[in-house]
């Protein structure tokens, strides 16, 4: 993950964090989700995310959740203004999935984000305070669509839909098909993935999980290995590794129709 030093404006972070960035390193660290995330080089790192009102709740939640599995970095505090939310977490063991040393060796990178994955999704759900992500899901593709909020650059070399319409009538088509059975990430992509030497340290950017299709994970576990990698040699092997018979490659494109409707 990148990190760019900064000199942050005070004014423009809520007062009971001044102290905490007073007299510290402070990085940009934020990536395409839209939120601000600053690095805090202090007490071995410290991350402070903000984002428009309202959307971090669901993040924090999950977040908290995960973190009480041992899964996610501890939070240590959330809070919101009258138009941000604030959210302060520990750094999780490691460096995130993108780092070079992980990217240099393709299959064992491979093998671990598959097995990782499937281990998640073996995870009791009783408990996820979210328990029907299909849902959401669902709305959200059915919103973009009327509202014309559609993004034809998504996936062109592999899952690309030619309009719209074309991905709506999928979504359409199929929607019944998705279905709430594993606890899912809902981002599953290398650079929500901590590791440390190799080993499973946390998951970050939680917001889009909840417990829902196992194929929304698996679509983007297999995206980010084409992605980061720049091949899609890995695509077989790592649904291999996660279980065929756990599988339905169809879903795979299904799922990139709901996808491009953000």
Known sequence: MKRTLITPDLSAIPQRFHTLIRDANVYDSHCAS????????????????????????????????????????????????????WMLTKKAQGEDATHQMYLDDPKRLCDTVATTLRYLHSLDISDCPVQSHT????????????????????????????????????????????????????????????????????????????VGDRHVDLFWGVWTLFFNLGTDKYSSRFLDVYGRDAVDPDMLKVIAAFEVFG
């Open 34 to 85: 839209g939120a601000d995330v600053y690095f805090v080089d202090k007490y071995d790192g410290l991350f402070l995310k903000s984002a428009p009102k309202g959307s971090l709740v669901t993040e924090y939640t999950l977040a908290s959740f995960f973190a009480n599995k041992g899964l996610a970095p501890e939070i240590l505090d959330f809070f919101s203004t009258d138009v941000k939310d």
């Open 135 to 210: 849902a959401r899901y669902i709305s959200t593709a059915t919103r973009n669509y009327l509202t014309g909020n559609y993004d034809s650059t998504l996936f062109p070399d592999n899952w690309g839909y030619a309009s719209a319409e074309e991905a709506w009538r999928v979504v359409e088509q199929n929607k019944y098909r998705l279905k709430d059975e594993v606890l899912l990430h809902g981002d599953y992509c290398l650079p929500n993935i901590i590791l440390n030497n190799w080993r499973f340290s946390a998951f970050i950017d939680l917001g889009n999980g909840g």
